[in-house]
């Protein structure tokens, strides 16, 4: 019988996709890798956005920083998980002067950041999209995309589980165990017996979202952290092919996503206290459906299928500037603890570079030198190939889907099922 | 939060006046209005507000703000109070406008009182409240003037 884990070198908090890509760039280095998460991989706000794959031209102007990030990223994930990555295309749509006077700025802003773009003809844009409201004034074309992120997120948490992590589901971490100016371990309540749970650590890495304050406080590191609510309303049906984008300085609802069978419009802003309960009220809905109807006058009249909503967090953290903590991302090593790197902020676009960066700060913890392998690391494709390692009383529901009436929509099911039984398969290492 | 200024409109003061008090011709004048409509002395106008670059979230700098206007007309000119929400809080406003005779015609005083709902208050952690309500405030009272003058006060 193998002998039960009891430390490991980098503990992760958090299977959103910041934390799982941190996990598997970790793995690639050859360090040993447990990630915690406190419900199912990809259930918290990885799980809540809106699907886009920013081509980084949201950001040209208000962001040119993250707008650089989002544009290379975008290439990375589609050449590394083009499996989980729809090449919709995006159109900047300009609807009003107000519109158009933000076109110079933007189309600037784009040059700048090196994204591709060309203006798009109104009458080829209508063959296209034959939902575009038909006024429009301007038409650019960018390189969004639509992402599937629970299938990148299971692929993602596939290798990194390959490449010998532990992922564990259901494990919430309650507890950061300090020695002296380190962390040595932490406590974990192990949602599936309700028992709490302790592993002994090197160094830790808080991928916990907009509840990292809420584990960094563990830790004795003060944040202050205020949430901001993003809200989507999915529609009946699919207006849209390629992502339209209002053509002007981000704002309420000027996002319409194609996504399966249906068109998702968002988003929002709205302040709340709890990342936990945001409330989405009827007039977020109007909000959102006002203005995605001027984009595509038909989703006025358009049956709302249902909301949900994702949540960014604003957080202050002593010796990090609030814009560059938030302007995309910021992974900060703290003085104390000093094997503690806290991640924050970050879109689902950027979270292989704040992998990367994340684990760069915890092997520099560890005193490893090796470098990052996941931009060039081909994540596993097809979970239904990998039925096969799948627990026996799974392994006929997994293979069942493949070829079949569902099998698209099945991919997550087979994710789902295959991280259910490697995280079972992490408890058994951990001796729990 | 107090914030008081004024300015000057080449129009006689009943003039003056009289825009101040008509809710149809001011709700227009606010600064990227959304949408309006006006039933007598009062209105609902959705406008954008630009809460500025100091905010790090970029979906958090430009939001829509839902708000029912009410005018009451005042010895000197008229009082308006906003009860509104933008961003998921709640915003107060009380604006005075008061018409005086000027050396250009009129200068209209203005007074406005704001309070902020518990979520907008928490964001003075991360950023200048004060500065940016300042210059939200500012940038309102430059939109009515910028109309007043564009549409000459009848």
Request: hydrophobic share 45%; charged share 25%; proline share 4%.
């Amino acid at each position: 019988m193998t002998e039960a884990i009891r430390q490991v070198d980098v503990a992760i908090i958090g299977g959103g996709i910041n934390g799982l890509f941190t996990a598997l760039d970790l793995s690639l280095r050859g360090i040993g890798v447990a990630l915690f998460e406190r419900g199912s991989v990809g259930s918290g706000a990885s799980d809540r956005m809106h699907g886009l794959l920013h081509s980084g031209a949201r950001y040209a102007v208000s962001d040119p920083k993250a707008a650089v990030e989002c544009a290379q990223e975008n290439e990375t994930l589609s050449r590394i998980a083009p499996q989980a990555v729809e090449d919709t295309g995006g159109l900047f749509v300009a609807i009003d002067r107000e519109d158009l006077e933000y076109a110079d700025p933007f189309l600037k802003g784009l040059e700048r950041a090196g994204i591709r773009h060309e203006e798009v003809d109104l009458a080829q844009a209508l063959k296209a999209e034959p939902f575009l409201n038909p006024n429009a004034k301007l038409v650019v074309g960018v390189p969004d995309k639509v992402v599937r992120a629970r299938e990148l997120m299971g692929s993602v948490a596939i290798a990194a589980h390959r490449e010998g992590a532990l992922i564990v589901q259901d494990a919430e971490v309650v507890g950061v165990d300090l020695s002296g100016a380190v962390v040595s371990g932490l406590t974990i309540k192990d949602r599936v017996d309700g028992g709490l749970k302790k592993v002994g650590v090197r160094a830790v890495v808080n991928a916990a979202g907009p509840w990292a304050p809420h584990v960094a406080a563990m830790a004795g590191v003060k944040v202050e952290v205020m949430a901001t609510m993003g809200v989507m309303v999915v529609y009946d049906r699919l207006f849209n092919h390629a992502v339209i984008n209002r053509l002007r300085p981000p704002s309420d609802g000027d996002i319409v996503l194609p996504y399966g069978g249906h068109s998702i419009a968002g988003t929002t802003a709205v302040l709340t206290d709890d990342p936990d309960q945001p409330e989405i009220s009827q007039d977020d809905v109007d909000l959102i459906n006002g203005e995605a109807s001027a984009l595509i006058p038909a989703i006025a009249k358009a049956r709302v299928l249902r909301s949900y909503a994702s949540v960014r967090p604003l957080i202050r953290m002593e010796g990090v500037d609030t814009r560059e903590a938030t302007r995309d991302f910021a992974v900060i090593r703290h003085e104390t603890p000093s094997n503690a790197v806290t991640v924050i902020g970050g879109k689902f676009t950027t979270g292989r570079l704040v992998g990367e960066r994340a684990a760069d700060a915890a092997a520099q913890v560890l005193g490893s030198n090796k470098g990052s392998r996941t931009k060039g690391y081909e994540l596993p494709g097809d979970p239904y190939e990998l039925a096969g390692e799948a627990y026996p009383y799974l392994r006929s529901s997994v293979s069942s889907l493949v070829d079949a009436l569902d099998t698209e929509y099945g991919r997550v099911a087979a994710y789902l099922a295959l991280l259910a039984e490697y995280s079972r398969e992490g408890r058994e290492r951990l001796g729990w | 939060m107090k914030y008081s200024g004024s300015f000057a409109v080449s129009a006689p003061v009943e003039r003056v006046v009289a825009f101040v008090r008509d809710l149809e011709k001011v709700a227009p004048c606010i600064p990227d209005v959304v949408s309006y409509t006006v039933n007598g002395d009062e209105a609902r106008v959705k406008f954008r507000v630009e809460l500025g670059d100091e905010v790090p979230i970029a979906e958090l700098r430009r939001v829509t703000a839902d708000s029912q206007l009410k005018v009451t007309p005042t010895e000197a000119g008229a009082k308006y109070s906003m009860k509104g929400r933008a961003a998921g809080s709640g915003v107060e406003v009380s604006l005075d406008l008061s018409v005086k005779p000027g050396d250009a015609g009129s200068t209209v005083q203005w007074v406005a009182e704001v309070s902020l709902g518990r979520l907008f208050g928490m964001m003075a952690k991360f950023v200048d409240i004060d500065a940016m309500v300042k210059r939200i405030a500012q940038d309102t009272i430059d939109g009515i003037v910028k109309c007043m003058g564009s549409q000459r006060p009848t």
